[in-house]
């Protein structure tokens, strides 16, 4: 009988091996500054990763004051002060995501370190966030490009991590989120439907409420708009020197006609205009 049941166990582990992640070794956050977390059946996992560029939080442009109000915020958090929970929103391409990550470019040596969580994979948000308290070091755990369908009840888990368990994050954890959506949850006609007017006082139904409860748990809120034709000429001709090019009148009527073709002027297509613009003056030197 123990033959048979040792045989059955492993056959049993045999099959089971294949759903486990593979090994690896503990992060070390002296040297890794950036990471990724990755949700599996039995937990998660960080994964170190490196920074995809070295984009500083001054090489941003259009967004001075967005910039300084969460270089402030992430500087109080780093010196052991309260801080806010941060939402980014608004125009596509206009730098919240870039801004987010300039930050772990400037602050590293401060102590700070970045963690980024798949919205996907938000249902271990409590999980990471308990593992990361007692480190010497302060997390940002950041989730870009945040929006939730309808049906989707994978944000109640940030909902709660946020601003609703007994405990709340350990001190040394803040979460930035980016998202083209104020509320992050869809809105629609029929969600108004229950909006009462009150002695000339307008009052939301439960629809609207619960979809603005969750945005409200973040404290500071950053808007980022599309860039006016100044600006993203400006931003142009930064990223164009960047690249090693050279921004005369040519490129400033090209940069407008791509703006123009692509109907937005944002950071995001002033960068891709910069690498079109000097991509083809290196083919043309060649």
Request: charged letters at 25%; proline letters at 4%.
């Amino acid at each position: 009988m123990n033959e048979q049941l040792s045989t059955r166990l492993l056959n049993l582990l045999d099959r089971m091996e294949p759903l486990l992640p593979p090994e690896q070794a503990p992060i070390d956050w002296s040297r890794d500054v950036a990471a990724l977390w990755q949700r599996h059946a039995l937990g998660g996992r960080l994964t170190p990763v490196q920074p995809r560029d070295s984009v500083s939080v001054a090489e941003l442009i259009g967004i001075e004051s967005q910039k300084k109000a969460l270089v402030d915020n992430t500087r109080t958090f780093l010196r052991g002060r309260p801080a806010n929970h941060a939402l980014l929103w608004g125009a596509r391409g206009t730098g919240k995501s870039s801004l987010i990550r300039a930050l772990i470019n400037d602050l590293a040596g401060e102590g700070l370190r970045l963690i980024q969580v798949d919205r996907h994979d938000l249902v271990g948000l409590p999980t990471l966030v308990q593992t990361l308290g007692g480190s010497d070091y302060r997390f940002v755990v950041y989730c870009d490009d945040l929006s939730f369908e309808g049906s989707d009840d994978a944000y109640k888990a940030l909902k709660s991590v946020l601003d609703g368990t007994l405990t709340g994050p350990p001190d040394n954890v803040l979460l930035y989120a980016t998202s083209n959506r104020r509320h992050l949850l869809p809105e629609s006609m029929a969600d108004n439907n229950d909006t009462q007017v009150v002695d000339g006082e307008i009052h939301h139904g439960d629809a609207v409420e619960e979809k603005i409860s969750l945005s409200d748990r973040f404290g500071l809120w950053l808007s980022f708009y599309p860039f006016d034709q100044d600006t993203y000429l400006r931003t142009c001709a930064h990223w164009v020197a960047h690249l090693g090019g050279q921004f005369d009148d040519a490129a400033e009527a090209e940069a407008r006609r791509f703006a123009l073709a692509r109907g937005v002027r944002s950071g995001r297509a002033a960068w891709q205009f910069a690498i079109a613009w000097t991509g083809r003056a290196d083919a043309q030197k060649a």
